[in-house]
């Protein structure tokens, strides 16, 4: 489990938190929303997005804000499943392009109350019909932010959990989450093409 206790920047609004200053970077990160921070105040819920092109394949961003009370191992599991299957592919064209993963899921609960949390959310990482979700716990009154602490050996997720880290001030140099992604793909398509060349040899022969 990966904690963040970063103190305010000093030019950060008075009224500033996690979740808040998360938003302000997602901005200048390029991403946008259709709601204000009127909506988020009053409804609970806020969605950013940016579009991504990975390889030959579209795909997206998203980082959903959502507040929550009384958060949970229950809320932590039923949230999961509804994003992911919210946001895996369905279309045959999305599903053969599954193997990219173009689609990067953060789920921000933004609990309330001032106890720290605890919980593991590496479980929770899913990666399912070309979208990967990534649960993030943020307590704004206390400045804590939550995230899963990942094994170097998981290579598709890793950078992904890098570039949150970028963006919450904890990383100098920005991550390209989809590289290894795009290499894999890669050296995937030459073992295919070497093969078929073997095939085709043998054939001739």
């Known amino acids: 489990m990966q904690e963040l206790k970063a103190e305010k920047p ?4 008075a009224d500033s938190d996690p979740a808040t200053r ?10 946008t929303t259709d709601l204000t921070e009127e909506d988020w105040r009053s409804y609970g819920e806020i969605i950013y997005r940016r579009a991504e ?3 030959f394949a579209a795909g997206e961003t998203v980082f959903i804000f ?8 229950k809320i932590l599991r039923q ?11 369905r279309s045959v064209a999305g599903k053969a392009l599954s193997v990219l993963q173009s689609t990067t899921v953060y789920h921000c609960l933004v609990a309330d109350g001032d106890q720290p949390h605890n919980d593991l959310l590496t479980g929770y990482v899913t990666r399912a019909g070309g979208a990967t979700f990534i649960p993030v716990i943020i307590v704004p009154d206390i400045n804590q932010v939550i995230y ?3 094994e170097e050996k998981v290579a598709s997720v890793k950078p ?4 949150l ?16 992604t795009v290499q894999a793909m890669w050296v995937s398509l030459g073992v295919v093409i070497l093969l078929l060349l073997a095939i085709a040899v043998s054939l001739i022969h």
């Open 10 to 13: 000093p030019e950060s609004p």
């Open 22 to 31: 998360l938003m302000a970077r997602l901005v200048e990160e390029g991403f």
């Open 53 to 55: 092109k990975i390889s």
């Open 66 to 73: 959502t507040r929550v009370h009384d958060l949970n191992e």
């Open 79 to 89: 949230t999961s499943e509804a994003v992911v299957n919210s946001y895996k592919a």
């Open 148 to 150: 899963p602490d990942l």
């Open 160 to 163: 992904r959990v890098e570039y």
């Open 165 to 180: 880290q970028y963006l919450l001030g904890e990383r100098r140099e920005t991550v390209n989450m989809h590289r290894p």
